[in-house]
């Protein structure tokens, strides 16, 4: 027998996958201690498991990958072979239908006479409040990239107009956004993306109540206070245009209280039917609804309700912590529209969760 960490250093799988493709009803462990829950797995199962890692890279789905692992366990050659060529003719198609759509997009960019530029400018010079900015940076810093492939979001935004300075994160799957009051600048609009590790030493540096100077010169950032700062290099990238992401349909907007939502969400049913990965991280699907009475429920699985909407339940849970707010505004539109949390007595912190497709 196997422990789940054996298992996990032998077949490539990691402990959070083991414990999903468990839970999914995929894979199984031979014994379940009564007392401690641990999980025990067979001789046997190493092999099944190393055959679900495998199916789980090329993106198989989980559904197709149940009817192969049982037709490999009971020696039906003819239906592993045939769900593995439909598999890979999908993405065969996949794979030429993303080839004409980008070739269209390479074109595009070369034509383009006009590219676009981000509004920048030499050098601004604001006084902000530390308590402020400190508010601003926690409602925005669990909502920051960390794919090294996309580096233009591995930082947080700095958006200085007018009297406003607004700081945005995004990973593509979720968006923050929050403001703090700003002195000094002329009204011209300025833009610097602070790489995450320099926004966190600023973070650090916000602990009294006295003003702090915050400077963009060219690529260069640093902010004082007293007599420390925090200053360094700008990601030498665009930021993508926040204000076209946050244009949300209309939807249902309830107040909630936060600590009973988070409550809901930690002790409440999460989706059983669909193992769910991003980036090579596995995570727990909650269902919830906005109720006609007004109340938000965290569903039970299988309840297939058009008015049912899958989100990320870490995501969400770090999204209600970011709020820092007893009560917060709880937005939900279509199950395809994107989630959005705001404070009820400040409209521009908010932050906007992307959907997950429920399976039926």
């Given at each position: 027998?196997?422990s ?5 250093r ?15 009803g995929?894979?199984?462990p031979?014994?379940v201690?009564?007392v ?20 789980r890279r090329a993106?198989?789905?989980l ?5 192969v692992?049982?037709g490999?366990?009971g020696a039906d050659t003819d ?12 993405l ?5 239908d993303?080839?004409g759509e980008?070739?269209?997009l ?6 383009r006479?006009n590219p ?5 400018t030499t050098?601004?010079r604001?006084?902000l ?8 940076l ?13 580096p233009?979001l ?5 958006d200085?107009?007018?009297e ?7 990973d ?7 403001r ?5 600048q002329d009204?011209?609009r ?28 060219g690529?260069?950032v640093?902010?004082?206070?007293g ?5 360094g ?5 665009d ?7 946050v244009r949300l349909?209309?939807?249902?907007r ?5 600590a ?15 193992v769910?990965e991003?980036?090579g ?6 269902v ?6 007004g109340?938000?429920?965290v569903r039970e699985d299988?309840?297939?309700?058009p008015?049912d ?9 770090e999204?209600?912590?970011a709020?820092?707010?007893?009560e ?5 539109g ?8 705001r ?8 932050s906007i969760l992307?959907?997950?497709r429920?399976e039926?």
């Open positions: 027998m196997r789940i960490g054996e298992m996990a032998d077949s490539g799988l990691s402990v959070s996958a083991l414990r999903f493709y468990d839970r999914a995929v894979l199984v031979a014994w201690d009564p401690s829950g641990y999980r025990w797995y067979g001789p046997g199962q190493l092999e099944e498991a190393r055959l679900l890692a495998r199916l993106g198989m789905p559904a197709d990958i149940r009817l692992l049982a490999w366990a239906l592993v072979r045939g769900l593995l060529q439909a598999h890979l003719r999908r065969e198609r996949g794979l030429s993303a080839r980008f070739s269209t390479r074109a595009l960019l070369d034509h006479e676009m530029t981000s509004p920048r050098t601004a604001i006084s409040s530390a308590p402020e900015l400190a508010a601003a926690d409602a925005v810093r669990f909502a920051a990239g960390t794919n090294p492939e996309l233009m591995g930082g947080i935004l700095f200085i107009e007018g406003d300075l607004t700081v945005v994160a995004t593509r799957y979720r968006m923050a956004v929050a703090a009051a700003a002195t000094g009204g011209s300025v833009q610097a993306v602070v790489p995450l590790p320099l926004a966190d030493a600023m973070r650090a540096l916000l602990q009294g109540e006295e003003p702090v100077r915050l400077t963009v010169e690529d260069r640093r902010l004082e206070s007599d420390r700062q925090a200053a290099q700008c990601l030498d990238h930021f993508p245009d926040y204000r076209r992401l349909p209309e939807g249902r309830v107040l909630v209280a936060a009973a939502l988070r409550e809901a969400l930690q002790a409440g049913p999460v989706r059983a039917s669909e769910r991003q980036e991280e596995f995570y727990d699907v909650s919830v609804r906005i109720e006609d009475g109340t938000v429920t299988g309840d297939d309700d008015d909407v899958g989100v990320n339940r870490a995501f969400l849970l999204a209600l912590a709020g820092a707010r007893d917060l505004v709880l937005e939900l279509a199950p395809t529209a994107p989630l959005a949390i404070r009820p007595d400040d409209e521009g912190a908010f992307m959907p997950v429920l039926n």
